[in-house]
C-alpha cells in the first residue's frame, strides 16, 4: 500500500513537472489590485485541452502557486506573531529594519514587505483559479469539453479559490472580492470581511460536493472533497472571529464528514507525517508535493539551522540561523510526551527526534559542531547547544529579541525531517490539512457547545499516540501562563498547540480563543531575563493592514481600521 501511494506521490510531482513546462509559468505574472491582467501563455483552447490529461495538467497552473505556501511571507504572518515561534536579530543576521522584531512585537507597520508579499501570494492564486474557471466553462460553451467535465474542474478550482480567499480574510479581514477573470474590474473596491466570508462559504457549500471523491493518487495534491469540507470546517471554526456569529455544529458535521468517510486515519507514528518520504500518511487530507528539483520552496531548513548544522546534515549549503521556537511554548510538553525529542548532551547525541532541536548538536561523524563566534561568543563557549540547555549555570533560552540575540540561542524547528545531503529545497510533502487536526476541530467545537464528555476522549485519541496519559478533564492552565489561573478548556488549548505546532494554524488559535491581543504574557517574558518589551495588543492588530504599494496602486481599497 506504501509502495503504491509512493508511486502515486511520484506521478502528482510529475504533472507538476509537465504543468510548469507546458504552461510556460512566468507568464502568469499578474498585480495584486489589477485582477483581470493578461495571461501569457501558449496554451490556448485550440492546442491544449483536447483530453482529460491535458485539462488535469491545466489545473496545475493553479496549484503550482502553492510552492510559495511553505516559506514565504504567509507562514510569517501565520507564526512569528504568536508564541510558538521568532527570528531574533543576531548581530547582522536578520534585521531587516527590524521587519521580523515587529512581528513578534505586533508592531507591524503597512510599510513591511510581508503584508504585501502574502496579499501577492494569495490573489495570484485568486487570479489564476479564475481564468481556469473562465477558460474551463467557455470550453464547454463551444462545445469542445462536456458541461459536466467542466463544472467538475470548475468545483476543484472553486474550491482552491477557497482557500487562497480564507487566508486573505483571515488576514486581512476586508478585501475585494472578484470571481471571474473576463471582465474583472481593474481597481477593485474592498468588501467587508463578513459579506466575503458568506461568499466564500456559499460557494464552498456549492462546488465541494461536485469535487472528487477518490483518495489516491489522481487527488494527491489536490482539492478534492474531504480536502474541501476540511476547509469548509475551518471556516466554521473561526466564524464567530469573521463573522461575530459562530457556527460551531457546522463545524463539526463539516468534520464528520472527513471522519466518518473511513478514509484517513492517524498514523502510529506522529513524525511519519514528516519525513522526508511522507507521501504515504493515512492523515494527509491536502498536502502540496514538495520536491528538491520539481517543485522546491520548502526551506525550513535553511530558516532554522544553525550555519554549523551543515556539518550535522551533510548539507550542500550554509543555512541561515533564523527561525526557533520560545521557551515557554517548548516547556509547555511534557518530558515524556513523543513529540518533543531529547535534549542533546555534551557527550551524547539527541536519539529521539522531536519537534524541537535543543541542546548539544554533533556531526555526522559524531563530533561536537563548534560555533566559531564570529558576532560575540555565547555564554556556553563554541560547543553549539541550541537554547543553551543543559549550561550551568543556566541561562535563558533566548537572551533578547534583538539586536544581539546570541548565534546559538533558541530552540531550533525540527517536526519536519532533514535529508542528509540536502539541499536549500526540502523533498517532504507539506501537508497542510491532516486528520488529526480535523479531530481537534470537532474537538474545540464540541466543547465550545458544551458537549464536554464528547471532546474529551477526542482530544485523549491525539495524546494517547503522543505517549500521555489520558486527561480527565480539558481544564488548565495555558501554556504561555504556567504560574496563572486554570481556565475552562485550557488543556485543549495546549493540545491544540502541542499537535499542531508550526502547521500554520497558531495566529488563528490565540485569536480565537481571545489570546492574540488580550494577554500578552506569551510575548513579554520569551526570553527570561527580565526585559520589559513594549507589545502591541489593541484590537485592530489581528487584522494587518494592507500594504503601502497596493494602495497606492487601487485607490478602490480601504485601509484596515487602526492604520
Request: hydrophobic share 40%.
Amino acid at each position: 500500500m506504501k509502495t503504491q501511494k509512493r508511486n502515486n506521490m511520484k506521478k502528482s510531482r510529475y504533472l507538476i513537472r509537465v504543468v510548469m513546462i507546458l504552461l510556460g509559468m512566468a507568464g502568469f505574472s499578474m498585480s495584486c489590485t489589477k485582477l483581470d491582467e493578461t495571461l501569457y501563455s501558449e496554451v490556448t483552447p485550440a492546442n491544449f485541452f483536447k483530453t482529460d490529461a491535458e485539462s488535469v495538467a491545466a489545473l496545475g497552473a493553479a496549484y503550482t502557486q502553492l510552492g510559495g505556501y511553505a516559506g514565504g511571507a504567509l507562514k510569517n504572518l501565520q507564526e512569528l506573531t504568536t508564541d510558538e515561534m521568532v527570528v531574533p536579530t543576531r548581530g547582522s543576521d536578520w534585521d531587516d529594519g527590524g521587519n521580523w522584531r515587529r512581528l513578534h512585537l505586533h508592531s507591524y507597520k503597512f510599510e513591511d514587505n510581508d503584508m504585501g508579499s502574502a496579499w501577492d501570494f494569495c490573489f495570484a492564486g485568486v487570479t489564476k483559479t479564475n481564468f481556469l474557471i473562465d477558460q474551463f466553462q467557455s470550453l464547454a460553451k463551444a462545445g469542445q469539453v462536456a458541461q459536466d467535465v467542466a463544472d467538475g474542474y470548475s468545483s476543484e478550482l472553486k474550491t482552491l479559490r477557497g482557500f487562497f480567499y480564507w487566508q486573505l480574510i483571515d488576514l486581512y479581514g476586508n478585501i475585494p472580492l472578484v470571481t471571474q477573470y473576463v471582465g474583472a474590474p481593474a481597481a477593485p473596491t474592498t468588501a467587508p470581511r463578513a459579506e466575503v466570508y458568506t461568499a466564500i462559504v456559499n460557494d464552498l457549500e456549492t462546488a465541494v460536493p461536485l469535487t472528487s471523491l477518490k483518495v489516491d493518487g489522481t487527488t494527491y495534491g489536490r482539492m478534492n472533497y474531504y480536502a474541501g469540507k476540511t476547509l469548509l470546517a475551518k471556516l466554521y471554526l473561526n466564524a464567530g472571529v469573521y463573522t461575530g456569529t459562530p457556527a460551531w455544529q457546522k463545524a463539526i458535521d463539516a468534520c464528520d464528514a472527513v471522519i466518518n468517510s473511513g478514509k484517513y486515519n492517524l498514523e502510529a507514528n506522529y513524525f511519519t507525517n514528516f519525513n522526508v518520504d511522507n507521501a504515504a500518511s493515512k492523515e494527509f487530507i491536502f498536502a502540496i508535493p514538495y520536491d528538491q528539483i520539481f517543485f522546491t520552496g520548502f526551506n525550513l531548513n535553511a530558516q532554522t539551522l544553525h550555519y554549523g548544522s551543515q556539518f550535522t546534515y551533510n548539507l550542500t549549503f550554509q543555512p541561515w540561523n533564523g527561525f526557533c521556537s520560545m521557551e515557554q511554548f517548548y516547556n509547555s510538553y511534557a518530558a515524556t510526551d513523543l513529540r518533543k525529542g531529547e535534549i542533546g548532551t555534551p557527550t551524547v547525541k539527541a536519539s529521539k527526534r522531536g519537534n524541537f532541536l535543543a541542546g548539544y548538536q554533533f556531526t555526522s561523524d559524531g563530533k561536537p559542531v563548534m560555533d566559531d563566534g564570529a558576532d560575540g561568543p555565547d555564554p556556553d563557549g563554541k560547543p553549539l547547544n541550541f537554547g543553551n540547555m543543559l549550561h550551568t549555570p543556566a541561562v535563558a533560552q533566548l537572551n533578547e529579541l534583538g539586536p544581539q540575540a546570541w548565534r546559538q540561542s533558541g530552540v531550533r524547528i525540527g517536526k519536519w525531517e532533514f535529508q542528509m545531503g540536502g539541499t536549500p529545497d526540502m523533498s517532504n510533502d507539506l501537508v497542510v490539512f491532516r486528520y488529526a487536526d480535523v479531530l481537534l476541530m470537532k474537538a474545540e467545537a464540541l466543547f465550545r457547545l458544551g458537549r464536554t464528555a464528547e471532546a474529551l476522549p477526542i482530544v485523549n485519541q491525539i495524546r494517547t499516540r503522543a505517549g500521555l496519559d489520558d486527561l480527565t478533564s480539558l481544564d488548565g492552565k495555558v501554556s504561555f501562563d504556567p504560574t496563572g489561573p486554570s481556565i475552562a478548556g485550557g488543556e485543549l488549548f495546549n493540545e491544540i498547540g502541542r499537535e499542531m505546532f508550526a502547521e500554520n494554524t497558531r495566529r488563528q488559535e490565540l485569536i480565537r480563543w481571545g489570546f492574540f491581543n488580550k494577554n500578552d504574557k506569551w510575548v513579554l517574558p520569551f526570553h527570561n531575563v527580565g526585559d520589559v518589551l513594549t507589545v502591541g495588543t489593541d484590537s485592530h492588530l489581528m487584522i494587518y493592514p494592507i500594504a503601502k504599494n497596493k494602495l497606492a496602486a487601487n485607490p478602490n481599497l480601504k485601509q484596515n481600521p487602526g492604520y
